[in-house]
């Protein structure tokens, strides 16, 4: 945890100046307004696109600095913690839970959203679920069907299809 | 007296066979509409709308469309607490405070308390809201005016000193947290100067902003149950939850311990309610702050405590009465609900203004009566439907926790159609659950990017307007509001100074 503390208070510090360095910016229609003239009171006494975001930027920064301090100083609960960040267990559930979500996800683009659905609850009630494979089947397939006649049907919210899309022309001449 | 006999010639008209039945069917609706993932009462409302053509050519009149538009917008109200104490995803930005206890409590096993705190919660808080309305609507449309932007900015402050000073975590990752959130409110187009900002790596997708849901499904449908997944190791349910009748009576009567968070929660709901641009989000998570800073066990809030789910359920019923008193009597409505809402009674033969209420009295005060009728069913349909919820709970958790990540996945798309938030969505969950593991809370960036939209302008106008940050600290209502927060953001400081302090003089007595 020690590591890790400061690690993410260094990774976050980097973000702050990021969004500093952002919040900067000048409009794209105008390149020629220098860099962080934005942050400040403009001619006409109005506090510019950047204020907010830059002082906010700011005072992510000292938050991270203040974090590193005080884990050099050894004053917060993770900066004297020897405990690994995630143990092997952890480091599984992340790599097959966190994965299957990704993967889900990037499903969606291809088999559409009842499809992507139906493949990742196989995989998890199945595979890491461990459950019976008519109860696996039961839930996979009936959670994409009330999910279509819920959204697609009733609240008239069309979720994506991806490459099924022809399979559910019928539906729509059916109930719609 | 006349206010009295106009009241019940309005509940007479909302309690006709027709009417009561459009109120059940509404508040039905509306309770799962407000407990999916994703869609909340806007969306309830909106989708709605075009169904009261078709109850105005039936019933011929424009009262039932007006009653089943509030039974909606009252379910959807109630159901957002559904999905946040049952799944821990709050249903709407409206329960997002709601999640803050109503989950730990589920995870105690005490989902049913927390569930029927809620509902009672949100039952008084709409009763107590209505009365106020009722009684004080003319007076309380002028006082509301008097909020400007110092004084609103001044409160958001006061919402984000709580959090900071009496949050209980490290203060330096509290104040990360809230920044953070705010600086992702920015994200998209500067509504003043109409210039894009912060898109960052140049993706386009940000240009639209990152919007609340995608952080706030984030980080309590995928961080939170990848959180408790890593801390479960193995243990196979969410929750040991006990559906039976006495339990049932068990959670009604532990709801008297959960009077103080009721009584903050309705009377700040209301008067946030009332505030144009405010709306029941800023009052339910202002309502928490402060049942939280008045109260004598806030070390437990965060933890289960029944208050931390009743003031903001109270608050967020509240609160969308006192909306509606802006929006009928000066035709400005204080949230997106609203605004969707004053386009129903606009089209249904609504005329706001200040003299609503002397001359449009046959439309008004139906109106009115259907508030009380609606919140009366609400609450009846709400604890009948609590065992059906709580079987959600006693699911396997290798059963639950892909239904929640599906519906995170869904609800997400649903509410902008947009795979772009989807994936936001997905990898701010991810990012969410190492910020967990290394102690940044996430309740405050959820409150942050909430309030955001409306600190920023609020902020920017009144420097605008009297080009100096003293403003704050010298007009009547927001300098005591301000000297309040300041006081909660320096309290964490102030406090082992006056620990060594006191610890000195003892040592000294020789104690």
């Known amino acids: 945890m020690r590591r890790g503390e400061i690690i993410t208070a260094f990774i976050l510090g980097i973000f702050s100046v990021y969004l500093m360095w952002k919040s900067g910016e000048p409009p794209a229609w105008n390149p020629d307004v220098p860099r962080f003239a934005n942050i400040g009171y403009d001619e006409s006494g109005t506090p510019g696109s950047g204020f907010w975001p830059f002082w906010l930027g700011v005072m992510m920064l000292a938050s991270c600095i203040w974090t590193g301090v005080s884990w050099a100083l050894k004053r917060t609960p993770a900066s004297v913690s020897e405990e690994p960040l995630l143990d092997a267990h952890g480091w599984k559930m992340l790599i097959t839970v966190g994965g299957g ?18 493949v990742f609850l196989l995989y998890y009630i199945r595979f890491l679920g461990k459950h019976a494979w008519v109860k696996t089947i039961s839930i996979s397939v009936s959670v994409p069907v009330v999910c279509f006649f819920f959204f697609d049907i009733a609240m008239r919210i069309v979720l994506p299809k991806g490459y099924l899309e022809p399979l559910f022309i019928p539906l729509y001449d059916i109930f719609l | 007296m006349d206010i009295l006999f106009s009241l019940i010639d309005g509940i007479m008209i909302a309690l006709q066979p027709m009417n009561l039945g459009l109120a059940i069917v509404g508040v039905i609706v509306g309770l799962f509409v407000g407990a999916m993932p994703g869609l909340g009462s806007v969306n309830g409302v909106a989708i709605l709308l075009p169904f009261t053509f078709v109850i105005h050519n039936i019933s011929g009149g424009a009262t039932s469309p007006m009653i089943f538009l509030a039974a909606v917008y009252y379910g959807a109200m109630y159901g957002g607490a559904i999905s946040s104490v049952a799944l821990g995803i709050p249903g709407a930005s409206t329960a997002v405070a709601t999640t803050f206890d109503g989950r730990p409590l589920a995870l105690q096993g005490r989902a049913h308390i927390a569930l029927m705190a809620a509902a009672l919660a949100s039952f008084a808080g709409a009763t107590i809201s209505n009365v106020l309305f009722t009684a004080f609507a003319p007076m309380l449309a002028s006082v509301a005016l008097d909020f400007g932007n ?25 104040i990360f947290s809230i920044c953070f959130g705010l600086a992702l409110s920015a994200v998209g187009f500067d509504i003043i100067s109409g210039e894009p900002r912060l898109l960052f790596f140049d993706i386009q997708g940000f240009s639209h902003g990152i919007r609340f849901l995608v952080l706030a499904i984030g980080i309590y449908g995928i961080a939170e149950m990848l959180w408790t997944l ?6 196979s349910s969410i929750s040991k939850v006990d559906v039976s009748f006495a339990s049932m009576f068990e959670a009604m009567s532990r709801f008297r311990h959960a009077w103080r968070g009721t009584l903050i929660g309705s009377a700040l709901g209301f008067f946030v309610g009332l505030l144009p641009a405010a709306g029941a989000t800023p009052a339910s998570l202002m309502s928490y702050g402060i049942a939280k800073m008045t109260s004598r066990d806030s070390k437990n809030f965060g933890k289960g405590a029944l208050d931390g789910v009743a003031a903001p359920e109270a608050a967020n019923n509240s ?56 919140n009366f069913v609400a609450v009846l349909v709400n604890i009948a ?31 902008y159609m947009n795979m772009f938030d989807v994936w936001l969505m997905v990898l701010v969950g991810i990012g969410g659950f190492f910020m967990r593991m290394m102690n940044y809370p996430v309740a405050p960036a959820v409150l942050a990017i909430v309030l955001g939209p409306i600190a920023e302008p609020t902020l920017r106008q009144t420097l605008m307007q009297y080009e100096t940050f003293t403003v704050f600290l010298t007009r009547p209502i927001a300098g005591p509001i301000t000297i309040a927060a300041i006081f909660l953001i320096l309290l964490p400081m102030v406090r082992p100074l006056i620990a060594r302090i006191r610890g000195g003089r003892a040592g000294a007595k020789g104690i």
């Not at chain 2, 004084?151 to 990752?173: N, P, Q, R, S, Y």
């Not at chain 2, 919820?389 to 059963?399: E, G, V």
């Open chain 1, 101 to 118: 979500l990704l993967g889900f996800t990037g499903l969606i683009h291809i088999l559409g959203a009842y499809g992507a659905i139906l």
């Open chain 2, 150 to 174: 110092p004084e609103i900015f001044a409160l958001m402050l006061l919402a984000f000193a709580t959090f900071a000073g009496l949050g209980g975590d490290d203060v330096a990752k509290t």
């Open chain 2, 230 to 235: 890593n801390s479960a190791r193995g243990d």
């Open chain 2, 319 to 374: 609160a969308s009465t006192g909306a509606m008193l802006p929006m009928m009597t000066l035709g400005i409505p204080g949230s997106p609900t609203t605004a969707v809402l004053l386009a129903g009674m606009v089209i249904w033969g609504l005329e706001p203004g200040p003299l609503l209420f002397t001359e449009q009295p046959d439309f008004v005060w139906p109106l009115i009566g259907s508030f009380y009728i609606s």
């Open chain 2, 385 to 415: 439907f609590i065992p059906l919820f709580l079987w959600m709970l006693r699911m396997p958790f290798t059963i639950l926790v892909p239904l929640v990540f599906v519906l995170s996945v869904v609800g997400t798309y649903a509410a």
